[in-house]
Nanobody, 125 residues
Framework: VQLQASGGGLVQAGGSLRLSCVMS????????VGWFRQAPGKEREFVAA????????FYADSVKGRFTISRDNAKNTVYLQMNSLKPEDTAAYSC???????????????????WGQGTLVTVSS
């Protein structure tokens, strides 16, 4: 299983970006996929996730109502649409996947088996 994250960049506060996580070597619908971020000097934090099969979505309180996670099975890709971006959203964003994740572990990065590299999001004020 390989994950390739992309779509980061520099955007002004209030702007939007869409991150993509392309998965290969697997079927995206069979995996729960999460987005995590890590800002300089801070610990990694959960952003959003989409559960395998049924596609239930989960969000951190800090992004609820602004970010949307979705999945395109035909493209084997998971997206993170980020709207109303704030300077505090600045971080390296990574996607992760797991085939057997239980709901109670959806926000725990250590529970995911597969990780892609980060894509940097910078939000200027």
């Amino acid at each position: 299983v390989q994950l390739q994250a992309s779509g980061g960049g520099l955007v002004q506060a209030g702007g939007s970006l869409r991150l993509s996580c392309v998965m290969s070597g697997c079927t995206v619908s069979a995996y729960s996929v999460g987005w995590f971020r890590q800002a300089p000097g801070k610990e990694r934090e959960f952003v959003a996730a989409i559960k395998r099969s049924g596609g239930t979505t989960f969000y951190a309180d800090s992004v609820k109502g602004r970010f949307t996670i979705s999945r395109d099975n035909a493209k084997n890709t998971v997206y993170l649409q980020m709207n109303s971006l704030k300077p505090e959203d600045t971080a390296a964003y990574s996607c992760a996947a797991d085939a057997s994740l239980i709901t109670s572990s959806i926000g725990n990065g250590d529970a995911y088996d597969w990780w892609g590299q980060g894509t940097l999001v910078t939000v200027s004020s």
